[in-house]
């Protein structure tokens, strides 16, 4: 008998799905920024998508990595950097995010 095939969470999908978002969010208010507010955002953008990345690989293993909770949080904090106003509003959403995904690392 073959062994059973992994499976990945809902929940783990769902909250991947919504950093991924809110990752291609940050890229976009990027883009739109300025050259001073760039450089404030780079950081901010390179280690929220290193975040994704090592929450992503999680996936490969064994069992759940987030729960409800998790995906709320995530969904909130997309849409603050779809809201954000100001690139210090950005920083700060994406610095969430990064939070988030640190507890995943």
């Known amino acids: 008998m073959p062994p059973p095939k992994a499976r990945r ?11 991924e978002a809110a990752l ?5 208010q990027y883009f ?4 001073l507010d ?11 998508a ?3 990345l090592k929450a992503r690989l999680l996936l490969l ?9 998790d995906l709320k ?5 997309k849409d603050a950097i779809g809201q954000a106003a100001t690139a210090q509003d ?3 959403a994406a610095a969430r995010l990064i939070t988030l995904l640190a507890r995943f690392a």
């Open 9 to 19: 969470s809902d929940t783990d999908k769902a909250l991947i799905e919504a950093a």
């Open 24 to 28: 291609d969010l940050l890229y976009d």
């Open 32 to 35: 739109a920024s300025t050259a």
């Open 38 to 48: 760039q450089l404030l955002l780079k950081p901010q953008i390179e280690q929220a």
């Open 50 to 52: 290193h975040g994704v």
């Open 61 to 69: 293993a064994p069992g759940t990595i987030a729960v409800a909770a």
């Open 73 to 77: 949080e995530a969904n909130r904090i």
């Open 90 to 92: 950005t920083v700060i």
